[in-house]
């Protein structure tokens, strides 16, 4: 039974690989977070010769390629390839295959959680930032966290949208609050304050804290916030797929 499960898992893990492969849209998020950074290192470098203030401009092309990859990247490598298997119909087969929804939700998700894993540490190293500054086990924890809030989420609008452009529209609003409100939180109080409850502007802080060369100290408030979130989003993907299902039959 056990093997039969990873089998299914491993072949969906497959077919989700090459359609994310073949689908240039959900791919830009990465390639932007990546390209973004390094523009912006050599943009910012440019900008000043003191090294404090260099390191601090680094700190933000960081900041803007993270909150890039895990805010946009790692939502569109989930919701379009699933939004594209219920404009094919490609979905409905596996449902009345074998395939459960577990085994379905763990292969969908597994391609695009590692890809964002990956590039959450390529951001790092071309950054430009001290490395000697990072607090590596702090990074790795959020970017696990963040990256696979952020893959269950865009399973969520993958499965509640009709097709890929139905999607977009449904996406890009979220992308938007996830990606610039922590991004900008700095600059404007009430930004700062709607910051804190998102798990991408708690990402932002541990990467806002070791580039200012401090120590971030989690605290209850935010890892209740992390586990809600990640919780409501599993529920309500598990709600949409059975609802999917019913209307299938």
């Not at 577990?102 to 540490?121: A, K």
């Not at 809030?149 to 949208?161: E, F, N, Q, R």
């Not at 609003?173 to 502007?201: C, Q, R």
């Not at 708690?202 to 989690?218: A, Q």
Request: charge should be neutral; aromatic fraction near 8%; charged fraction near 10%.
């Amino acid at each position: 039974m056990k093997n039969n499960n990873i089998t299914k898992i491993n072949a969906i893990m497959k077919l989700k690989s090459k359609m994310l492969l073949k689908n240039t849209a959900a791919l830009i998020g990465p390639f932007m977070a990546i390209g973004m950074t390094i523009l912006m290192k050599f943009l910012y470098s440019s900008m000043t010769e003191n090294p404090e203030e260099t390191q601090m401009m680094l700190g933000m092309a960081l900041k803007m390629g993270v909150a890039f990859n895990i805010g946009m990247g790692a939502i569109m490598m989930t919701a379009l390839p699933l939004a594209e298997d219920k404009e094919k119909h490609t979905l409905r087969a596996l449902m009345t295959s074998s395939v459960n929804g577990v085994q379905f939700f763990i292969g969908s998700l597994v391609p695009p959680f590692l890809i964002t894993l990956v590039v959450n540490y390529i951001i790092l190293f071309v950054s430009g930032i001290d490395l000697a500054n990072v607090n590596w086990l702090q990074y790795t924890i959020m970017t696990i966290v963040s990256a696979l809030i952020s893959c269950m989420l865009g399973l969520l609008l993958g499965i509640v949208a009709k097709s890929q452009v139905n999607a977009n529209n449904i996406m890009m609003p979220l992308l938007l609050i996830l990606t610039m409100i922590p991004m900008f939180a700095d600059l404007n109080e009430s930004m700062e304050k709607v910051s804190h409850y998102l798990y991408t502007g708690i990402m932002l802080e541990v990467v806002t804290s070791f580039v200012d060369g401090k120590t971030y100290h989690f605290n209850v408030q935010q890892s209740l916030i992390l586990v809600i979130t990640m919780v409501v989003i599993a529920l309500l993907f598990v709600y949409f797929y059975k609802k999917v299902i019913v209307e299938t039959d």
